[in-house]
């Protein structure tokens, strides 16, 4: 038999969900009331979560809870527990992007099934073949990839992939964007993203010292939605398991309208037919629109992905279409009702017993009182067929009825009103429980057990280079540990005294860039000590094809204990924390860690890796070209609309945005020493005072008090001291 692509629909709201089901998803994706990426949804809590499973059940659909932020060791065992009620209550998977989560959902509740969410950052084959290890049931893929890399993903892996295909675009890869967190302090890896991307901006040109008047204060990088309706079946012969649409924070006829444009596309597939799905396409564009792109499934240089907008519009039409919507948005909708078949036998002076049928399970009920006999008030068919089709508060619609009566037999309306009760809910109930599961137990002292952690003695400095100039910035009685890019020059490594010297891999790493470490793995070998990886991918790819020691960078988004045992589970022997943690975490991380650890201790912060460049507006180039040789790849700077200048540079064909001042400890250096962290890290990029940071840092580091180095109001301690929103 073969096995549909998956349809997956968003639902933020209870009303939502409905139109979800009723409009023909084959499953639905929603948030509890914490833990989830999209917390100014409605979102549901545990009562209205156990209705909607056992809804969704009952018309065939699946349900997936997101889980998908990062978490803080003072919230994960509550995650946990959590996800302990969705299992029990037959959840049919949990979507996942905190790594320590996923270790404790494969090490409590082995047999709940696991999403890997987009915010995974899996863009390669490499990425899903590392989630592939804990025996995950998807991986969703980041929006960037091309139908040519999706198909390449699906030949090289085993594990079913999900992609989406309608709905709003980040602008940054996904679970790497630190805008939002750093400039309004609300962060998108824990589900309140304020969309700084939608915010307007203006070009400044660095040379030349003055603003673009062209594109001036205009929202320069905010996307067109996602629309990938004819690339469905193409998606469909390359292998992907699931379809997803994006949309929680909008409402039931975005939902509706969106589903049922891609529910025929994908039934027209599969039933070897074409037809006509205009009208679908435009009534889900009326329901919003900032213009729609498919240009990261085929890249075009004609299709401009830029929307130049910020707010979506919508149709003329859309109070027409509210009206005609009013039903699939109910519980009790005329649409997706189950079929049902009964059979009702009453014999004079014995129970009426009603035999129920969904096609999947059966019931009989009985009367609690026995038939009577009547000449004048004999039950009739028509009466009988009335009573138990009055269905109209349920999920069903009578298919099929078969009365056996005697002669002159009677029974009262509302004993058949019960009968018809009955059934339909225990067949409900019945058809809820897909799994059986037993529960689950575990406790908090059983969950935080951790293996001695390792102490230090003593901090120490480490510095990523990022010109072969930057070399001679490193004086190994202060520096014990460089990063080095693969693309400067090798041979100043081999040159640099250092104890520590590791090759530094860039979160989102192009196929070219995999053949080229693959060519000169062995010189790699000879000259680091070790590799530092930013993303699973290139974990997984240098685990498996080297002998480096591995220290997993800030990308991996480590503010828990448990992200640390299972990166230590594949090879690392030291993480950096994410710039999102604060002082707290960092103290019971090292508490419980057996890996090193390390901290950014002064860096400008890449907020933003995007495939799209902003670049291409002035220049004209319609995106995504190659552009090794652009002059405008690091001429520009974005000027908000509070006057903040940001540095972008375009590299590689990604686009990345810096923040406009420093993260930096100095000042504050010795209260996170006492945290007894091994490494304080110094990226050079942007810096023009990196062997004053330095020099300062290592003061510090030893108690020596400096004169401070930073600017007055010019740099941040970013969430350090703080508690990230």
């Known amino acids: 038999m073969i096995r549909k692509t998956e349809l997956l629909a968003p639902a933020g709201s209870i009303e939502s969900f409905y139109a979800a089901v009723n409009s023909g998803a084959d499953s639905v994706y929603l948030g509890g009331k914490l833990f989830n990426a999209r917390q100014n949804s409605q979102n549901f809590d545990d009562e209205q979560m156990k209705h909607v499973i056992k809804y969704a059940h009952n018309k065939n659909v699946r349900v997936y809870v997101t889980l998908n932020i990062v978490l803080k060791d003072t919230e994960i065992f509550d995650a946990l527990k959590y996800a302990a009620f969705l299992y029990e209550n037959d959840v049919d998977a949990v979507i996942v992007q905190d790594l320590g989560l996923l270790y404790l959902l494969k090490k409590h509740i082995p047999q709940l099934p696991v999403n890997i969410s987009t915010q995974g950052a899996v863009y390669d084959e490499y990425g899903v073949k590392f989630f592939g290890q804990y025996n995950v049931q998807k991986v969703i893929l980041a929006r960037e990839m091309s139908l040519a890399q999706l198909r390449e993903t699906v030949k090289n892996t085993d594990t079913d992939l999900e992609t989406f295909i309608h709905g709003a675009l980040c602008t940054c890869y996904s679970g790497q964007c630190y805008m939002s967190s750093f400039l309004g302090g609300r962060s998108g890896n824990r589900g309140k993203c304020a969309q700084p991307c939608r915010l307007s901006y203006s070009f400044y040109d660095k040379e030349k010292d003055e603003l673009s008047?062209?594109?001036?204060?205009?929202?320069?990088?905010?996307?067109?939605?996602?629309?990938?309706?004819?690339?469905?079946?193409?998606?469909?012969?390359?292998?992907?398991?699931?379809?997803?649409?994006?949309?929680?924070?909008?409402?039931?006829?975005?939902?509706?309208?969106?589903?049922?444009?891609?529910?025929?596309?994908?039934?027209?597939?599969?039933?070897?037919?074409?037809?006509?799905?205009?009208?679908?396409?435009?009534?889900?564009?009326?329901?919003?629109?900032?213009?729609?792109?498919?240009?990261?499934?085929?890249?075009?240089?004609?299709?401009?992905?830029?929307?130049?907008?910020?707010?979506?519009?919508?149709?003329?039409?859309?109070?027409?279409?509210?009206?005609?919507?009013?039903?699939?948005?109910?519980?009790?909708?005329?649409?997706?009702?189950?079929?049902?078949?009964?059979?009702?036998?009453?014999?004079?002076?014995?129970?009426?017993?009603?035999?129920?049928?969904?096609?999947?399970?059966?019931?009989?009920?009985?009367?609690?009182?026995?038939?009577?006999?009547?000449?004048?008030?004999?039950?009739?068919?028509?009466?009988?067929?009335?009573?138990?089709?009055?269905?109209?508060?349920?999920?069903?619609?009578?298919?099929?009825?078969?009365?056996?009566?005697?002669?002159?037999?009677?029974?009262?309306?509302?004993?058949?009103?019960?009968?018809?009760?009955?059934a339909t809910e225990l067949l409900y109930e019945k058809r809820a429980i897909v799994y059986n599961r037993e529960p689950v137990y575990f406790n908090r002292n059983e969950v935080f057990k951790f293996d001695e952690a390792n102490k230090i003695n003593k901090s120490k400095i480490s510095v990523k280079i990022n010109s072969d100039e930057d070399f001679d910035l490193i004086d190994k009685s202060k520096v014990d540990r460089i990063y080095v890019p693969h693309n400067l020059n090798l041979d100043l490594v081999r040159k640099t005294d250092v104890k520590e010297k590791y090759l530094f891999i860039p979160n989102i790493v192009s196929v070219a860039q995999y053949n080229e470490f693959k060519k000169n793995m062995k010189l790699y070998e000879e000259i680091f000590d070790g590799v530092c990886v930013n993303n699973v991918g290139t974990l997984y790819f240098f685990k498996q094809n080297s002998g480096l020691n591995i220290h997993c960078g800030a990308f991996f988004n480590v503010i828990n204990s448990f992200s640390t045992e299972l990166l230590k589970e594949n090879g690392a022997v030291s993480v950096t924390f994410s710039a999102e943690s604060n002082i707290r975490d960092m103290e019971s991380i090292n508490k419980n860690a057996s890996v090193r650890t390390e901290i950014k201790a002064h860096e400008y912060l890449q907020l933003m890796v995007m495939k799209n460049c902003p670049m291409s507006l002035i220049k004209k180039c319609k995106n995504l070209q190659d552009c090794s040789t652009c002059e405008h790849r690091n001429k520009y700077a974005l000027k908000d609309r509070k006057g903040v200048y940001f540095n972008i540079e375009r590299d590689n064909?990604?686009?990345?945005?810096?923040?406009?001042?420093?993260?930096?400890?100095?000042?504050k250096t010795e209260d996170f020493v006492s945290q007894h962290i091994d490494y304080f890290m110094v990226d050079t990029k942007w810096l023009d005072d990196a062997e004053d940071i330095i020099d300062a840092l290592y003061c510090e580091i030893n108690g020596v008090r400096v004169p401070n180095v930073l600017k007055e109001n010019n740099y941040t301690r970013g969430h350090y001291l703080k508690n990230i929103l």
Request: hydrophobic letters at 30%; aromatic letters at 8%; glycine letters at 6%.
């Open 213 to 422: 008047e062209e594109f001036n204060e205009i929202p320069l990088l905010s996307l067109k939605d996602f629309m990938a309706g004819d690339t469905v079946r193409e998606l469909i012969d390359a292998g992907i398991s699931a379809f997803k649409i994006e949309g929680r924070m909008k409402g039931p006829l975005y939902t509706s309208e969106v589903v049922r444009y891609y529910r025929q596309i994908i039934d027209d597939y599969y039933n070897g037919i074409h037809t006509d799905t205009d009208r679908l396409r435009e009534r889900a564009v009326s329901t919003f629109s900032r213009g729609y792109t498919n240009s990261y499934l085929k890249p075009d240089k004609d299709d401009e992905m830029f929307a130049r907008i910020s707010s979506g519009v919508k149709g003329e039409n859309i109070g027409e279409m509210e009206e005609e919507n009013n039903d699939i948005a109910h519980e009790f909708s005329e649409y997706r009702r189950n079929p049902l078949n009964f059979k009702i036998e009453l014999k004079i002076g014995e129970k009426a017993r009603l035999f129920a049928s969904d096609g999947k399970n059966e019931v009989i009920i009985e009367s609690e009182e026995p038939c009577e006999s009547s000449l004048k008030n004999a039950v009739t068919e028509e009466i009988v067929r009335e009573q138990l089709g009055k269905l109209g508060n349920t999920i069903y619609e009578l298919q099929d009825l078969t009365i056996e009566n005697q002669d002159n037999v009677f029974i009262r309306k509302s004993t058949l009103n019960q009968l018809r009760r009955d």
């Open 653 to 667: 064909r990604l686009t990345h945005i810096y923040n406009s001042v420093p993260l930096s400890l100095l000042g």
